[in-house]
């Protein structure tokens, strides 16, 4: 979504670095390099012409002139100032004291409000809510039979009492529900309304009658992030029309400028709460302002890494295979490669993963590119092994190499190719897990391993030259030779055992030292 937007700053931040002081047309021309990204990024232009005098006066100000480098500290400022347009910090839901807890879901149709509500649904659920969805759009045909198949796969219950497609009263559906949540004990009520294609008379009404039937402790303005300036103009008409108190954006992980995204919050005044960044049902979470300008500014989001990794890994096989790979809990396996490989799986799409690391901006392109089929087809290989060759790959010959191409439809190349990847990975991690630092790598001082490598390069190597021939008489030969290298190199203290032994007294005579030189000798 942001990736012109960071292409930009990245390149502006790049003239800053190694200069020691900023001067007067440094940061004008940064400014001005900042002002063409936002708006090449669709950001309205208030907002744009803000966020800029912002960056100047303080890049102007004592933090910047008594930095050690300023160009880090305008980085840092730029970063702030991104956060502060994006709502400053992250706004959560608030839940009713007594009774159901009702939010209200409103915006244009198209804008995927039907589908947010069900991962809305699943979000509270998995944070221990009961949560219900409520089909109040009727006009739009199938939208009831679309809320209700989003709400089995969440495995969220559904009321819809009708049956849409023009017909029924969404507003005795909705004051129906709050009945029916209080009835079956369900603690967050979720209202979907009808959206349409454009802001009218007709939309705001209904949706007001719905606001008023059943006192919603949320309104949350579902918007399309991909549709531009066009998502400030709706927003801005929803809030004097209808009022809300957060934004949701959609579709973040489009292709679209992302321009919206920066501009809602700061027009609108109310904060965007939940992002949704995929078609899954759990592609969607909390809106951290403080995160996504790290991500804009291709400084990663280790953070978001943590929370979905610490919600999807099996912390006793992550252990069990940590053990292993330090060499307490047997020899890491194929096997164990393969459940740690599902486990990265459940993360998502590995281009997403990787995306949350920082500094992966330089290999978006690459990052694109993977092909996401690849772990199925390792996945395949192992598969297609037995479990003896899985627990010992050193017995994989060439014959059980073609059975295992065979079995899993891939070239014997492939199945060479992993097997070596793992060979080497395996030694690499062992290597880390043990704390030697990265293989290949040479030891530094701090770093963990460095002590040991200075003892392995202290200790002296057998070289192959130190063979001995099998015939004797060639031996007696090479061991003569070798001893009359050895005596040469004892005579020479330089280290030199081809040169000839060096005559010191011989030398010292044709030095031609003065006559009372000779008292310093002794």
């Not at 109040?136 to 969440?154: I, K």
């Not at 979720?190 to 719905?210: F, H, K, N, P, W």
């Amino acid at each position: 979504m942001f990736a012109t937007l960071s292409d930009r700053l990245a390149d502006t931040f790049k003239n800053l670095r190694g200069k020691g002081r900023l001067s007067e047309a440094d940061i004008d021309a940064t400014a001005r390099e900042i002002r063409i990204a936002l708006l090449e990024a669709d950001v309205a232009l208030p907002v744009v012409k803000d966020f800029v005098g912002a960056v100047k006066e303080r890049a102007r100000g004592e933090e910047v002139s008594g930095a050690l480098n300023p160009a880090q500290q305008i980085i840092k400022i730029v970063n702030e100032e991104l956060v502060t347009i994006l709502g400053g910090e992250t706004r959560r839901l608030r839940y009713a004291k007594t009774g159901p807890t009702v939010i209200m879901l409103a915006g244009l149709q198209g804008a995927g409000k039907t589908t947010l509500a069900a991962k809305l649904a699943l979000w509270l659920k998995d944070q221990g809510k009961s949560p219900v969805l409520v089909a109040c759009d009727l006009q739009r045909p199938n939208a009831v039979n679309q809320l209700q198949v989003n709400g089995e796969r969440a495995g969220v219950p559904v009321f819809a009492p009708e049956a849409g497609n023009g017909s029924g009263d969404p507003v005795a559906v909705a004051r129906a529900s709050i009945e029916e949540a209080k009835r079956k004990l369900y603690d967050v009520v979720i209202v979907d309304t009808a959206g349409r294609l454009g802001v009218d008379a007709e939309l705001m009404q209904q949706a007001s009658d719905i606001r008023d039937a059943v006192q919603p402790d949320e309104v949350l303005f579902v918007v399309d992030a991909m549709i531009g300036q066009d998502a400030v103009i709706t927003a801005q008409a929803f809030l004097d029309g209808v009022g809300y108190d957060g934004v949701v954006l959609t579709k973040l992980d489009g292709d679209a400028r992302g321009g919206a995204a920066l501009s809602i919050a700061s027009i609108t005044g109310r904060p965007v709460m939940f992002a949704s960044n995929g078609e899954k049902l759990t592609d969607f979470d909390l809106f951290h302002p403080d995160r996504m300008a790290s991500r804009i500014l291709d400084m990663g989001d280790m953070m978001t890494l943590i929370e979905q990794a610490e919600k999807s890994f099996d912390s006793e096989q992550a252990m069990k295979a940590a053990a292993k790979l330090s060499g307490q809990g047997g020899e890491f396996t194929l096997d164990d490669f393969l459940e740690q490989m599902q486990q990265v799986r459940k993360l998502g799409s590995m281009s997403k993963i990787m995306g949350m690391l920082p500094g992966m901006g330089q290999f978006r392109e690459q990052l694109e590119n993977f092909d996401e089929r690849e772990i199925d087809r390792i996945q395949a290989i192992i598969q297609s092994m037995t479990p003896a060759e899985r627990a010992n790959p050193k017995m994989i010959d060439g014959s059980r190499r073609a059975r295992i191409a065979k079995g899993s439809g891939r070239m014997v190349s492939d199945v060479n190719q992993l097997v070596d990847r793992f060979f080497e990975a395996r030694k690499m991690m062992m290597q880390m897990a043990r704390g030697g630092g990265m293989p290949g790598m040479p030891g530094m001082p701090g770093m963990p391993g460095a002590g040991k490598r200075s003892k392995q390069k202290a200790a002296p190597k057998k070289g192959k030259g130190a063979k001995k021939s099998g015939n004797p008489a060639k031996a007696a030969q090479e061991a003569a030779a070798a001893k009359e290298k050895a005596a040469a190199a004892a005579a020479n203290p330089f280290g030199n055992p081809d040169a000839e032994p060096i005559d010191y007294e011989a030398a010292a005579a044709n030095l031609n030292l003065p006559k009372d030189f000779s008292k310093f000798l002794k």
